[in-house]
C-alpha cells in the first residue's frame, strides 16, 4: 500500500508563525552575457550536442506569507543554442506543474549572435493542461522564445512556489535534457528560536561541491558539466540514474543506521498499536470468517477475502467519490469502526486484516516499505523517507508473510509489484527488523491468449479472441480502466489493436471482471483483419504468431547507458488455431526455433497442421524471470529478444493447390 508523505505537525505550527520577504532571483535584471559565450561554436560538455545550458541557478527557500506556508523555487537558465535541431529543440518552453504548485514571474529574452535582444512578451505565455488522471491534473505553463536561431543564446526564469505547506522533503534535480556546464543551488534553510530541526541535504548519483555560505542566508552548491539525460526504454526510475539532491529537515540524533531503524521500528509500533487493537465484535468477525479452515494458509486467505468483501475503499475511483465526500466521513480510529461502518481507507482495510488476524491466533505487526518504482532503497541511509509504503506483515511458522488488502485488486499472497523484493521494516518494541519481501514467480502473473481464426483465400483473417490476464498484468488493467465508461474502454481496446494491425476490425467485444479482484482481467472479441496474409499469385504468406504481429522490437539501439529493468516476473501463454481457406496447404514450412535463455527465461513454439490438413495450430510460451541487468550485458539481453522478436515473426508459405502432407 502507499502511504502519502506527510509533514510533522510541530514543524507546520512553527513556520506559520514566520514571515519572510520573497526571495529576489539574482536580482530584477539579467546577467551580464559574456562576449565568448555569444561567440561559442561548439558545446563543452557533450560533443555534438544541439544545445547546451551555460548555466542553471535555483534558489531554494521556505517562506510563509501572510502564515500560508510554502516552498519556493526561483529558477534561471541560460542556453546556447548551436544547430536548427536545438533551435527547435529549446525554443519552446514546457514548464511542468500538479494541482497545488503555482508558476509565477516568467520571463525571458534571447540575445542573438550579434547582440540584438529579443524580449519575450508577456501575453505569450499560456497555461495547458496536460493530462488528467485520477483527478490529478498536469499543467504546464507554455511559451515560444522569439527570434531564436543557432547561433542565439536564450534564457528565462520562472517562480515556482510548492504551496499549501512547507515542504519537509524536497527533490532538487541536477540534470536536463541537454547538457549543462554549471548546476547552482541556493538553499536557505528555515531558522527559528527552539526550532529542533536541522535543514540536511543527501545527494544521489552525482558529486556536488560542499555548500557555501552567501548573502541573505543562502547556502549554495554546485555541480558542473552534467550530460543530458536520455531516458531508455525500460529503464529504472529516473530518481535511481540522475543526480538530484534531497533536502530535508531532521533533528541530528547522531543515531548509526541500525539503531536508527529499530529506533523508528518501536515508535511506529507504538502508533499504530492501538489501531490493531481487538475486541469482541473484531473477534465475533474473525471467528465468522474462518468458519470451518484449520491450515494457516486458508485462514489467512478467508480474512482477506473478508476484508475485501466487507470494507469498501473509499479512495477507491470506481466508487465515484470526490475530494469533497471523502472529506465528510468520520474518521475510523479502530478496527471495530472500520467493521461497523463498512467503508475506510487502505491503511484502515489493513489494520482490520491485522486486528483479524491476530483474532484467531496469529502474530501480525505493521510494515514499512519501500516502492522500487520511485528509487531502490538503501538502509544505509538513516531516514524513513523512502519507506513510503505499508502492508501487514503475519509470522507463519518460522517465516513472515505480507498482505495488502487494502490495495483492492491485489490477489492473496502478493503485494503490489512495487513492493515485491523489497526490504519491509517489520516493527516491533523490542526488535524491529528488516525482511525482504518476496518477489511473485511468472506463473502468477500470466497472459493466456486464445484465437480460433480462419484464412480467406484473399489473406482475410477472422475469429473469435480472448486475452486473460493475471496477477500484476490484472492489477495494472483493473486500475487503469475501473474507473472508465464501457465506451472508453472498447475504444482504447480498439485502438491498441489498431496500433498493431492498422486494417484491424472489432466487434462483439466483452470486457469482464474490470472491478473483481479475485478473477482475471479479460477482453473477448470478434476481431477480422482484411490483408493480414500477403497474397502472392497462389501463394499465402502468413504470420502464425497472431498476437505478436505489428509488436516491434522491444530494444531498437545497439547501446546502453542505464541498466534494463523489469517490474515483474511474467509468463505468455498463447493458443492459435487457423483454419485455411479451401485448395491451400503448407509449401515447405518450416517452424519456429524454441530456445532457452538459461535461468533467466525460455520461450517454445510449436506449429503443426492438423491431420485432416485443414487447420494450422500455433502454441507458444515465454517465460521471463529477470529484473534488472546491467548495461554491460545489453548485448546479450538485446540478443535474446531480437531472436524472440525474429521468431514471433516468423512466416509459413501457404501454396494453392500444393500437395499435402500427413502431421
Not at 362 to 371: M, N, T
Request: a neutral charge; charged letters at 30%.
Amino acid at each position: 500500500m502507499k502511504l502519502p508523505r506527510s509533514f510533522a505537525p510541530s514543524l507546520l505550527a512553527l513556520v506559520c508563525l514566520v514571515t519572510a520577504a520573497a526571495p529576489v532571483l539574482a536580482g530584477e535584471d539579467w546577467k551580464p552575457v559574456d562576449p565568448a559565450h555569444l561567440a561559442l561554436k561548439a558545446p563543452m560538455v557533450e560533443k555534438d550536442a544541439d544545445a547546451e545550458a551555460i548555466f542553471w541557478e535555483v534558489r531554494v527557500q521556505d517562506e510563509a506569507t501572510g502564515g500560508d506556508p510554502r516552498t519556493v523555487l526561483s529558477h534561471y537558465v541560460r542556453i546556447k543554442i548551436f544547430t536548427e535541431r536545438g533551435r527547435e529543440s529549446q525554443s519552446k518552453i514546457d514548464i511542468f506543474f500538479l494541482n497545488r504548485v503555482k508558476i509565477k514571474d516568467i520571463a525571458g529574452r534571447t540575445i542573438k549572435a550579434d547582440g540584438t535582444i529579443i524580449e519575450l512578451k508577456k501575453d505569450a505565455v499560456f497555461e495547458r493542461e496536460v493530462i488528467r488522471v485520477s483527478g490529478l491534473k498536469i499543467k504546464a505553463k507554455a511559451f515560444a522564445m522569439p527570434g531564436v536561431e543557432p547561433g542565439s543564446i536564450i534564457e528565462y526564469r520562472w517562480r515556482e512556489e510548492r504551496g499549501d505547506h512547507i515542504s519537509f522533503y524536497d527533490r532538487l534535480e541536477f540534470q536536463r535534457e541537454i547538457p549543462v556546464q554549471l548546476v547552482k543551488y541556493y538553499v536557505k534553510p528555515l531558522s527559528i528560536p527552539g526550532f529542533p530541526y536541522g535543514m540536511r541535504t543527501m545527494t544521489f548519483h552525482g558529486e556536488n561541491t560542499p555548500f557555501v555560505k552567501e548573502k541573505d542566508g543562502f547556502f549554495s552548491t554546485t555541480m558542473t558539466n552534467v550530460p543530458a539525460f536520455h531516458e531508455e526504454p525500460r529503464m529504472p526510475p529516473e530518481h535511481q540514474v540522475r543526480p538530484w539532491m534531497l533536502v530535508y529537515y531532521a533533528e541530528d540524533k547522531k543515531l548509526t543506521p541500525e539503531k536508527f531503524w529499530k529506533e523508528l521500528g518501536k515508535e511506529v509500533y507504538d502508533r499504530y498499536k492501538s489501531s490493531m487493537k481487538v475486541n469482541d465484535e473484531v473477534r465475533k468477525a474473525a471467528t465468522e470468517a474462518v468458519g470451518d479452515a484449520s491450515a494457516p494458509e486458508q485462514k489467512l486467505e478467508r480474512l482477506y477475502d473478508y476484508c475485501r468483501a466487507k470494507v469498501k475503499n473509499i479512495n477507491d475511483d470506481s466508487l465515484g467519490l470526490s475530494r469533497e465526500d471523502r472529506a465528510k466521513m468520520k474518521e475510523n480510529k479502530s478496527p471495530a469502526d472500520t467493521l461497523k461502518r463498512g467503508w475506510g481507507t487502505g491503511r484502515d482495510i489493513n489494520l482490520l486484516f491485522a486486528a483479524l488476524a491476530t483474532a484467531v491466533g496469529f502474530e501480525a505487526h505493521y510494515a514499512r516499505i519501500a516502492d522500487r518504482s520511485d528509487t531502490f532503497f538503501d538502509p544505509s541511509f538513516p531516514d524513513d523517507y523512502f519507506l513510503r509504503a505499508y502492508n501487514i506483515a503475519v509470522r507463519v511458522g518460522q517465516e513472515w508473510r505480507f498482505f495488502d488488502p487494502g490495495s483492492k485488486y491485489i490477489p492473496f499472497g502478493m503485494l503490489r509489484w512495487q513492493e515485491e523484493g523489497q526490504q519491509a521494516l517489520i516493527t516491533d518494541p523490542k526488535d524491529a527488523t528488516f525482511v525482504a519481501t518476496p518477489l511473485s514467480p511468472a506463473e502468477k502473473s500470466q497472459q493466456k491468449r486464445t484465437a480460433k481464426l480462419r484464412l480467406s483465400e484473399d489473406g482475410t483473417l477472422e475469429g473469435d479472441v480472448r486475452v486473460e490476464y493475471t496477477g500484476h498484468f490484472a492489477v495494472e488493467r483493473k486500475n487503469a480502466t475501473d474507473d472508465e465508461s464501457p465506451d472508453r474502454r472498447e475504444e482504447n481496446l480498439r485502438n491498441q489493436l489498431k496500433s498493431q494491425m492498422s486494417t484491424a476490425e472489432l466487434s462483439d467485444i466483452r470486457i469482464e471482471n474490470v472491478t473483481d479482484w479475485k478473477k482475471p482481467f479479460v477482453y473477448a472479441y470478434h476481431v477480422r483483419i482484411p490483408g493480414y496474409a500477403e497474397r502472392t499469385g497462389k501463394r499465402l504468406f502468413l504470420q502464425p504468431a497472431f498476437f505478436q504481429r505489428g509488436v516491434a522490437a522491444l530494444f531498437s539501439t545497439s547501446g546502453r547507458k542505464h541498466p534494463v529493468y523489469f517490474h515483474y516476473p511474467w509468463l505468455e501463454e498463447d493458443a492459435v488455431s487457423i483454419d485455411l481457406p479451401p485448395g491451400f496447404a503448407l509449401d515447405n514450412a518450416e517452424a519456429p526455433a524454441s530456445f532457452t535463455m538459461g535461468e533467466v527465461g525460455s520461450y517454445t513454439v510449436n506449429a503443426a497442421i492438423t491431420k485432416d490438413q485443414r487447420t494450422l495450430e500455433y502454441k507458444r510460451s515465454f517465460r521471463f524471470n529477470g529484473l534488472l541487468f546491467p548495461p554491460n550485458i545489453y548485448a546479450q539481453l538485446k540478443q535474446a529478444f531480437d531472436a524472440i522478436h525474429q521468431q514471433d515473426n516468423h512466416t509459413i508459405t501457404l501454396k494453392q493447390g500444393a500437395a499435402t502432407a500427413s502431421k
